[in-house]
């Protein structure tokens, strides 16, 4: 069972809407939880990263928001772009060490 | 600043077969890793590799899986004999230290595309 769960798997939106997305976790000891972009055939490029005294971080139209206390996180993608179609990973670091786990992903797709 | 680069982007093979990835991390960074992403899933980490040496290939099928990272700088990871399900895409990332879960900073490659027929 993946410890990192992701929702929804896919997501359609319009142009210029915003939208949210999903992550809840259950590993132990939490780290960091980050979210990356991955365009198609591209690899994952990291939008932020949060530890665990960081309730919420922003990047352009991207607010990640973070509760240690539920293990839940959330993107939340603000007058959405058609270059914002990509995946959305959710990836949470277990004990300040190289163990990553990641979630599968929302794909998101804008359009016009 | 040049990013991490991979070759072949794109290869299609028979099972059986054998197959080699190239990765080039940026310079200057210690630490580098192969992932495993098999369409509609997250990356799985296959190997990691801290200069030259191995920190973790848990996750390695070693029986047809091998990597290695001559000189502290390039790897090559390889499959032989290739199965079905070894269809994926390939990633390779790189960080500056030797912990990126603790904070730093991971740069991805674009990955390979493997399919195996």
């Known amino acids: 069972k993946n410890q990192v769960e992701q929702s929804p798997q896919s997501l359609i939106i319009l142009e210029g809407k915003n939208c949210t997305l999903q992550c809840n976790y259950t590993v132990s000891p939490f780290s960091n939880l980050r979210w990356y972009k991955q365009d198609t055939g591209r690899g994952p490029v990291s939008l932020t990263i949060?530890?665990?005294?960081?309730n919420t971080k922003s990047n352009g139209r991207y607010t990640a928001t973070l509760d240690a206390d539920t293990k839940q996180s959330s993107l939340h993608i603000t007058a959405s772009q058609l270059s914002d179609s990509a995946s959305y990973i959710c990836v949470v670091s277990v004990n300040n060490n190289n163990d990553m786990r990641f979630g599968a992903g929302t794909r998101l797709t804008v359009k016009p | 600043e040049a990013g991490v680069a991979q070759s072949p982007r794109y290869k299609i093979i028979e099972k059986r077969q054998s197959v080699a990835f190239w990765c080039n991390p940026i310079?200057?960074?210690?630490?580098l890793y192969w992932y495993q992403q098999i369409l509609g899933q997250g990356p799985k980490l296959l190997i990691q590799?801290?200069?030259?040496?191995?920190?973790?290939d848990s996750q390695l099928p070693k029986d047809r899986f091998s990597a290695e990272r001559l000189k502290g700088v390039d790897s090559t990871l390889k499959i032989q004999p290739a199965k079905l399900e070894d269809s994926a895409v390939y990633l390779c990332a790189s960080s500056l230290g030797a912990f990126a879960g603790g904070g730093g900073e991971q740069f991805f490659g674009p990955g390979t595309r493997l399919t195996v027929l």
């Open positions: 590799f801290q200069n030259n040496g191995v920190v973790d």
């Open positions: 949060m530890t665990f005294s960081e």
């Open positions: 310079s200057g960074h210690a630490t």
